[in-house]
Structures are given as C-alpha cells and as structure tokens.
C-alpha cells in the first residue's frame, strides 16, 4: 500500500501560479503510475495529469490543462508534483494526487476507476 498527502494548495490571482505536490509512503513509490485529478464543488472528479513510472516525458494531459501544466516526479524523494502556470478561475478546484501500482514501466490511466490510492486532496483557488 501507499498513503499520499498533498500540499501546496492556497489562493491565487487569475495568471499566477502554484505549484502543489504529493508525497507518498509505505510502498515502493517508483513502481506507482501517478495521476492528478481535480473536483470543482457540484461537478465531477476530472482528469488533469498523469505520468509514467518512468518519469520524463511520459506524461498526459487534459487538453483544458496543456500547455499550462506540467506533471513530474521525483522517485528520490517520493513525491509527485503538478506546477500549474497561467491560472483561471475555471481551475479552481480541489486538487487529488492518485496511484496504481503498475509492473509495467510504461502504464498511465486517465481514468480515476484505475487508481486505487488517494490523497486527501488540496484546494485550489483561483481569484479573477
């Protein structure tokens, strides 16, 4: 198993950023794919981001996040990071790091049904 604890999460002007992260325990953290998820009040979970085991390029993306986004992970230190550029009142949210763990290197999900470990989410707040 792995327990993952977010933070980072606070208020922002529209155009700023933030960035939040995702440490993780127990279990080895390099062989989970990760998965960021966001849920807006009265609206259902979404898919923001996810990465591969394999780090680097390896990483997906909700096209109302491309381009501002960026996913990336630190398997040293145990942590998933998501660095959120160009903020909208639209990305207000908050915002779930997940897991699956994956004997394939190269395995990501965008769907939330596939992760089996969850955070406790961080709030986001975008002011316009």
């Known amino acids: 198993q792995v327990q993952l604890v977010e933070s980072g999460g606070g208020l922002v002007q529209a155009g700023g950023s933030l960035r939040v992260s995702c440490a993780a325990s127990?279990?080895?953290?390099?062989?989970?794919?990760m998965g960021w998820f966001r849920q807006a009040t009265g609206k259902e979970r979404e898919f923001v981001a996810a990465i591969t085991r394999s780090g680097g390029s390896s990483t997906y993306y909700a096209d109302s996040v491309k381009g501002r986004f960026t996913i990336s992970r630190d398997n040293a230190k145990n942590t998933v990071y998501l660095q959120m550029n160009s903020l909208k009142s639209e990305d207000t949210a908050v915002y779930y790091c997940a897991a699956r763990w994956s004997t394939t290197l190269f395995y990501t999900s965008t769907t939330a049904h596939d992760y089996a470990y969850w955070g406790q989410g961080t709030q986001v707040t975008v002011s316009s």
């Open positions: 127990g279990r080895t953290f390099s062989g989970y794919a």
